[in-house]
């Protein structure tokens, strides 16, 4: 995921609570756009927007607790990830924030508005889905659990790989699958299992899309196969003013299969937001 850009990046850990510190890149100056991973991913998922994006914004990629650098310390929900998230804002001195989450960082990041609404400046939604689990997706959850205890992360990147990353990148950019797949394989199982409960346990934030005022982006990748083209959809018919880009020949990591394609509508979103 390195670039010649990303030796710029500043990497530093703060406290966000009594047992728990997190680790986080800085990198860039501008209006500060904190980047929220996914699962089960760390913050090295977005070095590919250290280069290009970072001469337009400060960007801000922390490792969520039990996840990369971070400490892994119960309690895991997507409401203590969020506030992790505001803890690391109140570290840096920052009031507001563009917020970009991917997929399950999308999930903390509407709990980030439902709880903090003030501290959100814009908000970027990734390869991600307003919708809860399914009965179906938490059994499969559950089975995920039993695999990581049982087997291991590498076991849970070999599962995942294939729906985390486009059928076109795993064809023809082989390298940028197997760095997805190292930084799964290498994610703490305690963060893993965490983050499964977490993830089965959160609230349906349908809800939610109506209350969003601040503009909103919503991106996905033309192949995800976890996020569906309605969950795209629906989010922008529900949040008012929003507008939707789709990356073509990119899945579910779609910030690092075509990272020129999703810097470009970023920072054409950046531009149109307020002074
Ligand atoms: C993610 O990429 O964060 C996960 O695939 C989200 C999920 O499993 O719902």
């Known amino acids: 995921m390195a670039n010649d850009e990303s030796r710029e990046v500043r990497s530093r850990r703060v406290r966000v609570a009594t047992d728990v510190e997190l680790a986080y890149d800085d990198a860039g100056s501008g ?6 991973h996914g699962f089960p991913l760390d913050r090295t998922l977005w070095r590919p927007q250290m280069g290009t994006l970072a001469r337009q914004a400060r960007l801000i990629a922390p490792d969520l607790r039990g ?7 119960a309690p895991y929900s997507m409401e203590r990830y969020a506030d992790d998230l505001v803890a690391v804002l109140d570290a840096l001195g920052i009031d507001r924030a563009i917020v970009a989450g991917v997929s399950m960082g999308g999930y903390i990041t ?41 087997r291991g992360a590498a ?33 703490p199982v305690p963060g893993i299992v965490g983050a499964l409960e977490a993830m089965m346990a959160r609230p349906d934030s349908t809800p939610t899309l109506g209350t969003i005022t601040v503009p909103t982006l ?58």
């Open 155 to 187: 076991a849970i990147a070999d599962e995942m790989l294939p729906t985390l990353v486009g059928t076109t990148t795993r064809e023809e950019r082989s390298e940028i699958a197997r760095e997805v797949h190292a930084m799964m394989a290498r994610a």
């Open 67 to 73: 996840f990369g650098e971070s400490d892994a310390a």
């Open 110 to 150: 509407f709990a980030l508005w439902r709880r903090h609404p003030e501290r959100v400046r814009a908000l970027v939604l990734v390869d991600t889905r307003a919708v809860p689990d399914t009965d179906a997706g938490r059994t499969r959850r559950r089975e995920m659990i039993a695999l990581a205890r049982s």
């Open 218 to 275: 919503v991106v996905r990748g033309e192949e995800d196969a976890i996020a569906t083209p309605e969950d795209a959809e629906s989010m922008r018919r529900g949040i008012a003013g929003s507008r939707l880009a789709a990356i073509p020949r990119a899945g579910h990591a779609s910030n690092v299969e075509r990272p020129s394609a999703f810097d470009r509508v970023v920072a054409d979103f950046l531009a149109t937001l307020p002074a």
């Open 31 to 36: 209006p500060p756009l904190l980047l929220v």
